[in-house]
């Protein structure tokens, strides 16, 4: 079985602040991760991934995400916070082969302070 | 790249009624997926499809069923309707990588 854990339901930063939000996972094989961003009335949209090779992943909008096995962590962070980053953030895991399917976390609101 | 869209963008049903939700995947993604997403909770699996067979199913009863058509298009039905219904479904699809593709969801309400 596979979980996500997502601490902390809100994070309030400044603008022009680092944004981390963290996520662990729980999974009894080697897992695939990723973050997904859901803005007010839509759908989820992809920000990054980790399936395998470099650990330290980066996305879009200036995003990016290490995976950490011995930790169990996949952390999302961002050096600058924008105005445009409020949103919701997702981790979500899932597994190789056919039927995986994606787990998530219950998501994070991030607030971002002018 | 078209995308994936799902149709109704909202709708409102009576509790005990049946309702149909549609989803157009992405041309070549051979996999598509359901997920139930309560107001302010995290999506839920209800189910996925490979070439038009069922592979996959979350806790979810019988009353939530589904086809997968050959042109990359998919249905969600749910039976007798329940209150408890009442949230955003999402419809993701998948090609041979493990980029899951989302469309805007279908925003559906009990009453």
């Known amino acids: 079985a596979q979980s996500v854990t997502q601490l902390g339901s809100h994070v309030s930063v400044s603008e022009g602040a680092l944004v981390l939000l963290r996520c662990n996972y729980s999974s009894s094989v080697p897992p695939y991760l990723f973050w997904y961003v859901q803005y007010p009335n839509q759908g989820l949209q992809l920000l990054l991934k980790?399936?395998?090779?470099?650990?330290l992943v980066k996305g879009i909008n200036g995003f990016e995400a290490e995976f950490k096995k011995s930790e169990t962590s996949f952390h999302l962070t961002k050096p600058s916070a924008h105005m445009s980053d409020a949103a919701e953030y997702f981790c979500a895991v899932t597994r190789t082969g056919a039927n995986s399917k994606l787990t998530f976390g219950k998501g994070i609101t991030l607030s971002v302070r002018p | 790249e078209t995308g994936v869209t799902q149709s109704p963008t909202h709708l409102i049903k009576t509790r005990g009624q049946q309702v149909t939700l549609r989803c157009s995947s992405q041309s070549g993604h051979n996999t598509v997926s359901w997920y139930q997403q309560a107001l302010g909770q995290g999506p839920q699996f209800i189910f996925q499809y490979y070439r038009e067979e069922e592979n996959g199913r979350g806790n979810f009863p019988p009353r939530f069923s589904g086809l997968q058509f050959p042109n990359y298009s998919s249905e969600l039905n749910v039976n007798a309707l329940e209150l408890d219904d009442s949230a955003l479904y999402l419809c993701?699809?998948?090609?041979?990588?493990?980029?899951?593709?989302f469309g805007s969801g279908t925003r559906l309400t009990v009453v």
């Open positions: 993701a699809s998948r090609g041979t990588g493990y980029g899951y593709t």
């Open positions: 980790y399936t395998t090779g470099a650990t």
